[in-house]
């Protein structure tokens, strides 16, 4: 009889573990961060880690898409940055290597009749090297490979595998979501929304890459066309983090230090590899990330009809904005963009989470 019993009181305890388990699965925010992920550090990889770092999210997979750096790089720059933290587990899908339209050498040209652009990312001649090369790699080769299917069909068959759950995070040119919808129309409707860094409205700063040319931000201008297609289709909920409270941030040495006194593999990581990049060092994809983990972040935010100017003149990649007054008879969303944030406690949820040990799958994760 005690064998018996001791069998069944064994056997309740697996079951009720395993019920735990399972419901704190079900609790966490799915997300799928698309990413032009250059690294190491550096605003990209420090977004990926704000959503990894979370106690509250599950992040079902990294896609990847060239947009800073190459598409060859910036995977090899994501696996390695998942070995050095212990989370080999989530799976990296590379996406487009190139825009749907716009090339390097007509962008050339472009800039020869319509002025030079101060950032152009994988093509930015200072950095540019030839698409396939690694380039630079400090923090070593990674040993882990990338998945086999591409980032357009994971993004499509997460959403179809859990209806109304996936937040896609987007921090980089919309290029692989753009993809996504031409593959099935109804991508965006089967996501629970659409979180992303992009779009330059009239950002109140004296860095020379607005200052002229206040409605040119990268992640749209670098692939105008899918930024077009992604900002068009009808997705629940769309939240933008423009170029506006970016500005409004900043990655110090400060900070740096503070994160590097702690012991965790990701505070090692940023301790070793972040740095302060020229005069104007903002949080770009952190912010976004971070406003989704804790929307309390944002003091300040309207709601904005947004698309793409695809006139091949000197506005060519600029953003577009309406209020509901105004705005064209066509099929513009309504988003939510944001424009004021708590710094200091935006500052505060960066350091901690950076600075705290990394959930692992399938574990409780500390508070």
């Not at 079902?60 to 940055?81: K, N, P, Q």
């Given at each position: 009889?005690?064998?018996?019993?001791?069998?069944?009181?064994?056997?309740?305890?697996?079951?009720?573990?395993?019920?735990?388990?399972?419901?704190?699965?079900q609790?966490?925010?799915?997300?799928?961060?698309?990413?032009?992920?250059?690294?190491?550090?550096?605003?990209?990889?420090?977004?990926?880690?704000?959503?990894?770092q979370?106690?509250?999210?599950?992040?079902?997979g990294?896609?990847?898409?060239?947009?800073?750096?190459?598409?060859?790089?910036?995977?090899?720059?994501?696996?390695?940055?998942?070995?050095?933290?212990?989370?080999?587990?989530?799976?990296?899908?590379?996406?487009?290597?190139?825009?749907?339209?716009?090339?390097?050498?007509?962008?050339?040209?472009?800039?020869?009749?319509?002025?030079?652009?101060?950032?152009?990312?994988?093509?930015?001649?200072?950095?540019?090297?030839?698409?396939?090369?690694?380039?630079?790699?400090?923090?070593?080769?990674?040993?882990?490979?990338?998945?086999?299917?591409?980032?357009?069909?994971?993004?499509?068959?997460?959403?179809?595998?859990?209806?109304h759950?996936?937040?896609?995070?987007?921090?980089?040119?919309?290029?692989?979501?753009?993809?996504?919808?031409?593959?099935?129309?109804?991508f965006?409707?089967?996501?629970?929304?659409?979180?992303?860094?992009?779009?330059?409205?009239n950002?109140?700063?004296?860095?020379?890459?607005?200052?002229?040319?206040?409605?040119?931000?990268?992640?749209?201008?670098?692939?105008?066309?899918?930024?077009?297609?992604?900002?068009?289709a009808?997705?629940?909920?769309?939240?933008?983090?423009?170029?506006?409270?970016?500005?409004?941030?900043?990655?110090?040495?400060?900070?740096?230090?503070?994160?590097?006194?702690?012991?965790?593999?990701?505070?090692?990581?940023?301790?070793k590899?972040?740095?302060?990049?020229?005069?104007?060092?903002?949080?770009?994809?952190?912010?976004?990330?971070?406003?989704?983990?804790?929307?309390t972040?944002?003091?300040?935010?309207?709601?904005?009809?947004?698309?793409?100017?695809?006139?091949?003149?000197?506005?060519?990649?600029?953003?577009?904005?309406?209020?509901?007054?105004?705005?064209?008879?066509?099929?513009?969303?309504?988003?939510?963009?944001?424009?004021?944030l708590?710094?200091?406690k935006?500052?505060?949820?960066?350091?901690?989470?950076?600075?705290?040990?990394?959930?692992?799958?399938?574990?409780?994760?500390?508070?």
């Amino acid at each position: 009889m005690k064998l018996v019993r001791f069998t069944s009181f064994f056997a309740i305890t697996i079951v009720i573990l395993m019920a735990c388990l399972l419901s704190q699965s079900q609790d966490k925010r799915k997300v799928i961060i698309d990413q032009d992920a250059a690294g190491p550090a550096g605003t990209d990889q420090q977004a990926i880690l704000l959503l990894i770092q979370s106690p509250q999210t599950e992040v079902l997979g990294i896609t990847v898409v060239t947009g800073d750096a190459w598409l060859t790089e910036e995977v090899a720059h994501t696996l390695r940055m998942l070995e050095l933290i212990g989370r080999t587990d989530i799976p990296v899908m590379p996406g487009a290597e190139y825009p749907l339209v716009r090339t390097k050498e007509e962008t050339e040209q472009w800039e020869q009749r319509y002025g030079s652009v101060d950032w152009l990312g994988a093509w930015t001649p200072r950095l540019y090297h030839a698409p396939r090369e690694l380039g630079a790699m400090p923090e070593g080769k990674p040993t882990t490979k990338a998945a086999d299917e591409d980032a357009a069909h994971f993004l499509v068959r997460m959403v179809r595998k859990y209806p109304h759950e996936v937040t896609i995070y987007e921090g980089g040119p919309m290029t692989n979501l753009a993809l996504a919808i031409s593959i099935d129309p109804e991508f965006p409707s089967l996501a629970k929304e659409l979180v992303f860094m992009g779009a330059s409205l009239n950002p109140q700063t004296d860095d020379p890459e607005f200052v002229n040319t206040p409605r040119r931000e990268f992640n749209l201008w670098f692939d105008p066309e899918a930024a077009h297609i992604v900002l068009r289709a009808p997705w629940k909920k769309i939240v933008c983090t423009p170029v506006d409270i970016s500005v409004k941030t900043r990655m110090t040495n400060e900070l740096i230090d503070e994160i590097k006194r702690g012991t965790t593999p990701s505070a090692q990581y940023i301790g070793k590899y972040a740095r302060v990049r020229g005069t104007y060092s903002y949080l770009w994809d952190e912010l976004a990330s971070a406003a989704w983990l804790d929307p309390t972040l944002i003091t300040k935010k309207e709601n904005l009809f947004m698309d793409v100017n695809l006139d091949r003149g000197p506005g060519y990649g600029d953003a577009l904005t309406w209020t509901d007054r105004d705005k064209p008879k066509r099929d513009v969303q309504s988003m939510e963009v944001q424009f004021d944030l708590d710094t200091d406690k935006f500052y505060k949820l960066f350091v901690d989470l950076l600075t705290a040990p990394t959930p692992q799958p399938g574990k409780p994760s500390k508070p």
